[in-house]
């Protein structure tokens, strides 16, 4: 019986390890299904690396490895003085990918361009609701339909944007997935077979990879596209092998099932590093977690209050318990590998005896509060509850009794950013296009008070200094008036900030070519497998 | 026998209503907005929000909001998911046959491991043999599948390397689905060794959900045996100098069968709940994964329409159980 099964092992788990004599075929252990193909549409990390990354590009991209955009399908790009206009000039000869479903008869050209970002921000536009439900959180979220007056076709190389009004990190916010560029031939040979919903299933881009098929819940499989405009990928077959569960992606990548895996358990990664057979990249995340007190509410509307409990937190015995030491205590609400991170920033040190006097000076007393822990396990913060039991165990110390609470999370998300929420909630944030206004305005800014701004803090010269930063296209400006607002942030402390967690990807030796990104994307365009 | 057929359907047409009401109104009884999860920590404007529920028809009465969905059920549209946007009869029709092709095989092994099992320790009452399979049967009814799914997984397929560890076949076999039940397309596309993959892919995932059926069957044969074996007519088989075999194969086990189909027929249910967990861990591409993941996001359209289906899937199996019932034992149809 034995003997038996040990053959069927050697004949079946050979997998495709043994049959990539002839093609180079990667595996990569994704940790979920995504929704669809069509990048506008969708919102989740999982989806873009399934769609937007191996089969779209963007009129820019981000340069590997970095949160810095650089020239994609369009090759450069001029601003007017006023910051309001802005001239692309695309890529000439950049085709489509050919597949069994459709065979393009030109080149990208203007109308692509105009119509993927078109369909977004016009409710008219025929393909705005092309599919049942179909909503476009993103364009939305970063206020396209608002921002964006018009987008012309100059010409066939030649796409105008004007906005509204200046907005420095746009070109950032056309690298991120939901501004991929897709087809308008495909689409509309699509719109004539009756077929629009189709665009969402068999998707068609420039990217790296064509797509040949998907089992739903199971398996994504895309191969090179022999007519990508950048270097060509260096592996033959892309696939990816749908594994929710980290300890099972885990045991996949031991037994040789799959080259590379998203997200292992935290408890996994000593192990990992150990295994002979696998290599471990780290590097930090684009993330924050934060205990966002309600600025608004007695006592936490006293600085001294904040002041006060931001000392009492021992943010590395969070990290230790929490992340097993794959995170970094925080200090700044932007991260460290984001442009214009202050480093003159100093944190509230932990210092028990100076928390409780400074209470006692603001005169509270026996305090008694909430802690919100999120109910879900985040990139950002993986257990709020164990690191909400850290914090009621350091409060208690200072003679600050918690109570810790929490909800389902769509729950926690609705009911957190309530003005009149009591207590103080423990949050996160990922970023979406490396920006710091994505993580200043977005989630500090006065606008963003009974929403993102989970303080409920509205600072009026640190809501000023980021609203210019958002409008100044210099670079150098842009960063020191960042800086200015870290500095106040951290004067007035409306959070505790707690970590950014670290980015830990272990993958099979012998994979070459992969870069981090920190923006959590994972791409295969340069990735190489030893034969 | 048709008059029994024909009752047994009536019954099923309120249970069938009945079902789509709960199945409507439970998950909007939890706590949860689905419009606000699509955009995550992404806070939604509340014109953003209203614009997306009218979009949605989520904005309507409830009342209105059920009879639509009902009369679409009635003529084949169980709408589309709020979050993948697709429709989830195709869905449904998509990752269903994985369900079954994994709780087919899991209630073949415990059927066939079961019965007998059940069969033996009754003969061998109060022996070592008998105390040390219901021993194990309790294990194995108290075995937290996801656990033990793991353990299995670490065991077979990390260290000993004896099975793959997930999915349904290896990468290197590709075919488009014809059936949609892997070990008959890998049969039909003729690829060399496709079938001996999807059957080295299916064991340890069958075994797992067969645990806790098959500890239920065999106990219940057990018992159920043993009420029959002390009847008068087996004392008398046996006086007449039957066969071991004919008295327990034969006249015995027909009428200790009776129990155990309702309790094969139940376990049909308690596999689909089993499944939900067994999918996860094994990265099987069944409706049970794909609803509990629905259930995370407030995908209403998905999980009524999912439960819906289901659940007249059981009505179905429940309905099938019956008529086995009748043909067993005649009395039942009247």
Same mark, same amino acid.
């Given at each position: 019986?034995?003997?038996?099964?040990?053959?069927?092992?050697?004949?079946?788990?050979?997998?495709?390890?043994?049959?990539?004599?002839?093609?180079? =075929?990667?595996?990569?252990?994704?940790?979920?299904?995504?929704?669809?193909?069509?990048?506008?549409?969708?919102?989740?990390?999982? =989806?873009?690396?399934?769609?937007?990354?191996?089969?779209?590009?963007?009129?820019?991209?981000?340069?590997?490895?970095?949160?810095?955009?650089?020239?994609?399908?369009?090759?450069?790009?001029?601003?007017?003085?006023?910051?309001?206009?802005?001239?692309?000039?695309?890529?000439?000869?950049?085709?489509?990918?050919?597949?069994?479903?459709?065979?393009?008869?030109?080149?990208?050209?203007?109308?692509?361009?105009?119509?993927?970002?078109?369909?977004?921000?016009?409710?008219?536009?025929?393909?705005?609701?092309?599919?049942?439900?179909? =909503?476009?959180?993103?364009?939305?979220?970063?206020?396209?339909?608002?921002?964006?007056?018009?987008?012309? +076709?100059?010409?066939?190389?030649?796409?105008?944007?004007?906005?509204?009004?200046?907005?420095?990190?746009?070109?950032?916010?056309?690298?991120?997935?939901?501004?991929?560029?897709?087809? $308008?031939?495909?689409?509309?040979?699509?719109?004539?077979?009756? +077929?629009?919903?189709?665009?969402?299933?068999?998707?068609?881009?420039?990217?790296?990879?064509?797509?040949?098929?998907?089992?739903?819940?199971?398996?994504?499989?895309?191969?090179?596209?022999?007519?990508?405009?950048?270097?060509?990928? $260096?592996?033959?077959?892309?696939?990816?092998?749908?594994?929710?569960?980290?300890?099972?992606?885990?045991?996949?990548?031991?037994?040789?099932?799959?080259?590379?895996?998203?997200?292992?358990?935290?408890?996994?990664?000593?192990?990992?590093?150990?295994?002979?057979?696998?290599?471990?990249?780290?590097?930090?995340?684009?993330?924050?977690?934060?205990?966002?007190?309600?600025?608004?509410?007695?006592?936490?509307?006293?600085?001294?209050?904040?002041?006060?409990?931001?000392?009492?937190?021992?943010? $590395?015995?969070?990290?230790?318990?929490?992340?097993?030491?794959?995170?970094?205590?925080?200090?700044?609400?932007?991260?460290?590998?984001?442009?214009?991170?202050?480093?003159?920033?100093?944190?509230?040190?932990?210092?028990?005896?100076?928390? +409780?006097?400074?209470?006692?000076?603001?005169?509270?007393?026996?305090?008694?509060?909430?802690?919100?822990?999120?109910?879900?396990?985040?990139?950002?913060?993986?257990?709020?509850?164990?690191?909400?039991?850290?914090?009621?165990?350091?409060?208690? +110390?200072?003679?600050?009794?918690?109570?810790?609470?929490?909800?389902?999370?769509?729950?926690?998300?609705?009911?957190?950013?309530?003005?009149?929420?009591?207590?103080?909630?423990?949050?996160?944030?990922?970023?979406?296009?490396?920006?710091?206004?994505?993580?200043?305005?977005?989630?500090?800014?006065?606008?963003?008070?009974?929403?993102?701004?989970?303080?409920?803090?509205?600072?009026?010269?640190?809501?000023?200094?980021?609203?210019?930063?958002?409008?100044?296209?210099?670079?150098?400006?842009?960063?020191?008036?960042?800086?200015?607002?870290?500095?106040?942030?951290?004067?007035?402390?409306?959070?505790?900030?707690?970590?950014?967690?670290?980015?830990?990807?272990?993958?099979? $030796?012998?994979?070459?070519?992969?870069?981090?990104?920190?923006?959590?994307?994972?791409?295969?365009?340069?990735?190489?497998?030893?034969? | 026998?048709?008059?029994?057929?024909?009752?047994?359907?009536?019954?099923?047409?309120?249970?069938?209503?009945?079902?789509?009401?709960?199945?409507?109104?439970?998950?909007?009884?939890?706590?949860?907005?689905?419009?606000?999860?699509?955009?995550?920590?992404?806070?939604?404007?509340?014109?953003?929000?209203?614009?997306?529920?009218?979009?949605?028809?989520?904005?309507?009465?409830?009342?209105?909001? #059920?009879?639509?969905?009902?009369?679409?059920?009635?003529?084949?549209?169980?709408?589309?998911?709020?979050?993948?946007?697709?429709?989830?009869?195709?869905?449904?029709?998509?990752?269903?046959?994985?369900?079954?092709?994994?709780?087919?095989?899991?209630?073949?092994?415990?059927?066939?491991?079961?019965?007998?099992?059940?069969?033996?320790?009754?003969?061998?009452?109060?022996?070592?043999?008998?105390?040390?399979?219901?021993?194990?049967?309790?294990?194995?009814?108290?075995?937290?599948?996801?656990?033990?799914?793991?353990?299995?997984?670490?065991?077979?397929?990390?260290?000993?390397?004896?099975?793959?560890?997930?999915?349904?076949?290896?990468?290197?076999?590709?075919?488009?689905?014809?059936?949609?039940?892997?070990?008959?397309?890998?049969?039909?596309?003729?690829?060399?060794?496709?079938?001996?993959?999807?059957?080295?892919?299916?064991?340890?995932?069958?075994?797992?959900?067969?645990? /806790?059926?098959?500890?239920?069957?065999?106990?219940?044969?057990?018992?159920?045996?043993?009420?029959?074996?002390?009847?008068?007519?087996?004392?008398?088989?046996?006086?007449?100098?039957?066969?071991?075999?004919?008295?327990?194969?034969?006249?015995?086990?027909?009428?200790?069968?009776?129990?155990?189909?309702?309790?094969?027929?139940?376990?049909?249910?308690?596999?689909?709940?089993?499944?939900?967990?067994?999918?996860?861990?094994?990265?099987?591409?069944?409706?049970?994964?794909?609803?509990?993941?629905?259930?995370?996001?407030?995908? #209403?359209?998905?999980?009524?329409?999912?439960?819906?289906? /289901?659940?007249?899937?059981?009505?179905?199996?429940?309905?099938?159980?019956?008529?086995? #019932?009748?043909?067993?034992?005649?009395?039942?149809?009247?």
């Amino acid at each position: 019986m034995k003997y038996k099964l040990t053959l069927a092992a050697a004949l079946l788990s050979a997998t495709f390890f043994a049959s990539g004599a002839s093609a180079k =075929t990667f595996v990569y252990c994704s940790e979920g299904s995504p929704e669809g193909f069509d990048p506008g549409i969708y919102t989740a990390g999982t =989806t873009f690396d399934a769609s937007a990354h191996p089969i779209y590009n963007r009129l820019l991209e981000f340069k590997s490895g970095t949160t810095q955009p650089e020239a994609g399908l369009a090759q450069s790009w001029e601003i007017s003085a006023d910051g309001t206009v802005y001239t692309f000039k695309l890529r000439p000869n950049v085709k489509f990918q050919t597949t069994d479903f459709f065979k393009p008869t030109r080149n990208l050209n203007a109308d692509d361009v105009v119509f993927s970002i078109g369909r977004q921000i016009d409710e008219k536009n025929a393909w705005n609701k092309y599919i049942s439900g179909a =909503t476009w959180e993103y364009a939305d979220g970063m206020g396209f339909p608002k921002l964006i007056k018009s987008i012309e +076709k100059v010409d066939d190389l030649t796409v105008k944007v004007t906005l509204n009004r200046p907005e420095a990190p746009f070109l950032a916010n056309l690298a991120m997935p939901f501004a991929s560029i897709v087809s $308008k031939e495909y689409a509309d040979s699509l719109d004539k077979a009756g +077929k629009k919903e189709q665009l969402n299933q068999m998707p068609v881009g420039t990217g790296p990879f064509t797509f040949v098929g998907y089992q739903q819940d199971a398996v994504i499989r895309f191969k090179k596209n022999a007519d990508f405009w950048g270097p060509a990928p $260096k592996i033959d077959d892309l696939v990816f092998a749908i594994t929710t569960d980290a300890a099972v992606r885990y045991q996949k990548l031991k037994a040789g099932e799959c080259h590379l895996m998203p997200y292992p358990n935290a408890a996994d990664v000593k192990a990992m590093k150990a295994d002979p057979n696998l290599q471990v990249l780290e590097q930090e995340g684009l993330n924050v977690a934060y205990l966002a007190y309600n600025t608004t509410k007695a006592p936490f509307d006293k600085l001294e209050v904040r002041k006060a409990l931001n000392k009492a937190i021992n943010k $590395k015995a969070i990290v230790d318990s929490v992340f097993q030491g794959m995170a970094t205590p925080a200090v700044n609400p932007i991260p460290p590998t984001m442009w214009s991170y202050s480093k003159a920033t100093q944190d509230d040190t932990y210092d028990l005896e100076a928390a +409780k006097k400074m209470l006692a000076d603001a005169g509270v007393k026996d305090l008694s509060m909430k802690v919100w822990a999120m109910p879900v396990s985040r990139p950002y913060m993986l257990n709020a509850r164990r690191a909400a039991e850290i914090i009621q165990d350091d409060f208690a +110390k200072i003679g600050v009794k918690v109570e810790i609470v929490s909800f389902e999370w769509a729950e926690y998300l609705q009911r957190s950013k309530d003005k009149n929420r009591d207590g103080a909630a423990i949050m996160g944030w990922t970023g979406d296009n490396g920006d710091p206004d994505n993580f200043l305005d977005t989630l500090l800014g006065c606008d963003a008070v009974g929403g993102n701004n989970r303080a409920q803090w509205c600072n009026k010269e640190f809501d000023a200094l980021v609203k210019k930063a958002k409008v100044v296209s210099d670079l150098a400006e842009r960063t020191k008036l960042y800086e200015e607002a870290q500095a106040i942030f951290k004067k007035d402390a409306p959070w505790a900030t707690i970590d950014h967690s670290l980015s830990v990807v272990p993958m099979r $030796k012998g994979v070459t070519g992969f870069t981090q990104s920190p923006l959590g994307d994972f791409t295969f365009e340069a990735v190489d497998i030893a034969q | 026998m048709f008059g029994f057929l024909l009752r047994r359907i009536a019954v099923l047409i309120p249970t069938f209503i009945g079902v789509s009401i709960i199945a409507f109104s439970f998950i909007r009884l939890l706590p949860g907005d689905p419009v606000a999860l699509l955009s995550g920590e992404r806070v939604m404007s509340p014109e953003r929000h209203a614009q997306i529920s009218a979009q949605l028809g989520l904005d309507r009465p409830l009342v209105v909001q #059920y009879f639509d969905y009902l009369g679409g059920v009635l003529t084949g549209d169980f709408g589309s998911s709020i979050v993948s946007k697709k429709p989830i009869l195709d869905q449904f029709w998509a990752l269903f046959p994985a369900t079954v092709e994994l709780s087919f095989c899991a209630i073949v092994i415990a059927v066939a491991l079961g019965i007998p099992a059940g069969v033996i320790a009754a003969i061998k009452r109060g022996s070592i043999f008998d105390q040390g399979l219901m021993g194990i049967a309790l294990v194995g009814y108290s075995m937290p599948i996801f656990w033990w799914g793991l353990l299995l997984i670490i065991l077979f397929s990390g260290t000993l390397q004896w099975f793959p560890v997930s999915g349904r076949i290896s990468l290197m076999f590709f075919f488009p689905p014809v059936t949609g039940f892997m070990l008959i397309d890998s049969l039909l596309s003729g690829q060399k060794g496709a079938f001996a993959s999807a059957i080295s892919h299916l064991a340890l995932p069958s075994i797992v959900l067969a645990t /806790i059926p098959l500890a239920v069957i065999a106990r219940q044969t057990r018992s159920a045996m043993l009420e029959v074996l002390s009847e008068d007519y087996v004392r008398t088989a046996r006086a007449k100098g039957l066969s071991p075999f004919r008295v327990v194969g034969i006249h015995a086990l027909r009428n200790a069968m009776i129990p155990v189909i309702t309790t094969i027929g139940l376990q049909i249910g308690v596999m689909l709940a089993g499944a939900i967990l067994t999918e996860t861990i094994f990265s099987w591409p069944g409706i049970g994964k794909w609803m509990v993941d629905s259930v995370f996001r407030r995908d #209403y359209a998905v999980i009524q329409g999912g439960l819906l289906l /289901i659940a007249a899937i059981i009505m179905f199996v429940n309905l099938i159980v019956d008529l086995l #019932y009748g043909l067993i034992n005649p009395r039942i149809r009247h």
